[in-house]
């Protein structure tokens, strides 16, 4: 499976965006989507995860939060939308892909799409 992430940008504080991540490719199987960031000199951050096994789960201080998973219909395009963009959402996004259940560790994650930027600035 291979992942394209897109939706990206400079955004102004307080604004939206809907992050995508594209899959391509065969699974005998439908993988868990994870959604991470990283911003420089830092490890990826779980944001939250998508799977038929375990629906959406959110990680630490992204549950109940400004974070939203949703995936379309054909289940090959996961979405992360931001609401309420803070300067501290700048960050790199990066969509990843595993087994069947979610977890929070990017280094379980088998694949990575090539990360999209956001910059939040006014």
């Known amino acids: 499976v291979q992942l394209q992430a897109s939706g990206g940008g400079l955004v102004q504080p307080g604004g939206s965006l809907r992050l995508s991540c594209a899959a391509s490719g065969a699974t005998a199987y439908d993988p868990a989507i994870g959604w991470f960031r990283q911003t420089p000199g830092n490890e990826r951050e779980g944001i939250a995860c998508?799977?038929?096994?375990?629906?959406?789960?959110y990680y630490g201080n992204f549950r109940r939060s400004r974070f939203t998973v949703s995936q379309n219909s054909s289940k090959n395009t996961t979405y992360l939308r931001i609401d309420g963009l803070r300067y501290e959402d700048t960050a790199t996004y990066y969509c990843?892909?595993?087994?069947?259940?979610?977890?929070?560790?990017?280094?379980?994650?088998?694949?990575w799409g090539q990360g999209t930027q956001v910059t939040v600035s006014s």
């Open positions: 998508m799977s038929r096994e375990d629906g959406v789960i």
């Open positions: 990843a892909y595993k087994g069947l259940y979610c977890n929070g560790y990017a280094i379980t994650y088998e694949s």
